[in-house]
């Protein structure tokens, strides 16, 4: 343990380097200030797309237009997907506490590439803008959903070319931070620290990296490929010349859903953190929750045809890309019984980051079981794309993704600012949050299996009732979220200042001062062999 080094001398918040204020931030090579600058972009990017959600609520609060003609619904559930899935989910954890705390808790002074580390989160940036002009000038907001789907990509009058190469932007800073990872991973942990000792959360952004730097330049080909059709007319895509737009399916998916397991591997993993950390126990079943990430990482290369079931294929591929989905959610379903596990007869301490913790298991259990209803050939094909796949996908994400992201944030709020925000408004936004969030999705599944389809602005007056509680959900998270976000912006400035190991945790982060110093470790620590990071007596 290295708690000796002075408090607050020269911790990375206030170290002075070669350039003052906003350009010490932005020129910084620092991991932990290039995770503040992502969770500062992202959060910002979070509200604008929350907002666009909130809008769409409110158009759909009763049938007819409410606020919004059929065109601009459409160009607002594009926006509103692109920011949330290229923008959010995928960077997310990963470039937010991955960066912060990644080398921390390996026992690192940076990452591997600091530079690069740099560059990455200047591509996010150039990518954002160049996503978010696509709705400033030229011919219209890209109205094609945020998958882009050939032909109407490349037939569409909307100005979709910023939008697909701001995304194809965005890949390229995901497969730059995967390769840091990865690199950082295997070269820079400490002595001692065996693969077998490593915490869950680093394992979940190594299996996350390698998807990050295999899967997303598929993606970014997919893309290229769109704007030359759209461009030069070249017939991969377009049946008129000889192209297929099945294919556009295939290779979006590829990639796409790889990407959602990006999305929710570091989630696991910050709950794998958390569980442990508040039942003060060793995580049940270590080794089972590794091997259930690394199956992740490998089977869900070859499960992206359920995204086209209704699309035509055959019903042998149709069987099998069934088969195979089941098998995928067997490490999610091992996950679940491993924190849950942990808890039992754990030394419980309920807080912010434990709510968090146990609702993303609730929410996320409801999203992986309503996956199967969708990875079923047979009902995905009487559900497709009604509303039942809108609050699937919310359940996963947003439940999922989502809720560890503000578990991770209240988890390590303390290490990240050396502050303390208001425990008690903190779980009064998680209450109003969770129930704004089942009041907001879970009618979608009625609503769905009643035969309302998504992406419209319009529906008959029989889904009017459902419409109007999920509406009101929207309201009631988004006060929650008010709440939440007020209360941290507010504590990272002005909460009281707290230990650096307020919930007596085991990983290396909770070792060093909060907010750690420059370079992390005044010496780089050993880890003994009899010691790990769930080592609780
Ligand atoms: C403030 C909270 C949110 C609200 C109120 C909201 C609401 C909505 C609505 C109404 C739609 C359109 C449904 C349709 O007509 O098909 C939608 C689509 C979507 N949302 Fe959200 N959402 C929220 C948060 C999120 C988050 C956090 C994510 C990602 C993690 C997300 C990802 C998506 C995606 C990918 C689509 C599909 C866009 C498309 O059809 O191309 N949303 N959302
Ligand atoms: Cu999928």
Known sequence: MHTTHAENEANYLKYKGKYKGLLGWILSTDHKRIGLLYLYSIGTMFIVGALLGLAMKFELLAPGKTIMNAQTYNATFTVHGVIMIFMIVVPGLPAVFGNFLMPIMIGAKDVAFPKLNLLSWYLYVAGVFLVLSALLFGSGTPDTGWTFYAPYSFKTGTNLLPA?????????????????????????????????????????????????????????????????????????????????????????????????YIMILPAMGAISEIIPTFSQKHVFGYKAIIASTMAIAFVGWLVWGHHMYTAGMSGTAQYYFSLLTFIVAIPSAIKVFNWISTMYKGSINIQTPFYWAVSFIFVFMIGGLSGLVLGALSTNVYV??????????????????????????????????????????AN??????????????????????????????????EFHGGNILSTFGSWI??????????????????????????????????????????????EIPVIAEDDGPYNYK
């Open 164 to 260: 697909v190469f701001g995304a194809f932007v965005l890949g390229f800073s995901s497969i730059l931070t995967g390769l840091n990872f990865l690199v950082t991973i295997h070269r820079l942990r400490c002595p001692g620290l065996k693969w077998t000792k490593l915490p869950l959360f680093v394992w979940t952004l190594y299996g996350t990296a390698w998807i990050q730097l295999l899967a997303t330049p598929v993606v970014g080909i997919t893309l290229v490929l769109i704007a030359l059709e759209r461009v030069f007319g070249v017939g991969i895509f377009d049946p008129a010349l000889g192209g297929d737009p099945i294919l556009y399916q295939h290779l979006f998916w590829i990639y796409s859903h790889p990407a959602v």
């Open 384 to 425: 497709h794309d009604t509303a039942f796949v809108v609050g699937h996908f919310h359940y996963i994400v947003f439940g999922g993704t989502g809720f560890s992201f503000f578990a991770a944030i209240h988890y390590w709020f303390p290490k990240i600012f050396g502050r303390m925000y208001d425990k008690a408004w």
């Open 428 to 461: 009064i936004g998680w209450l109003v949050f969770f129930i704004g969030f089942l009041a907001l999705y879970t009618p979608m599944f009625y609503l769905g299996l009643m035969g309302m389809p998504r992406r419209y602005y319009d529906y008959l007056e």
């Open 477 to 522: 998270l988004a006060t929650g979220l008010i709440i939440i976000i007020t209360n941290l912006v507010r504590s990272a400035r002005k909460g009281p200042k707290t230990e650096s190991n307020p919930w007596h945790g085991k990983t290396l982060e909770w070792s060093v001062p909060s907010p750690p110093p420059l370079e992390n470790f005044d």
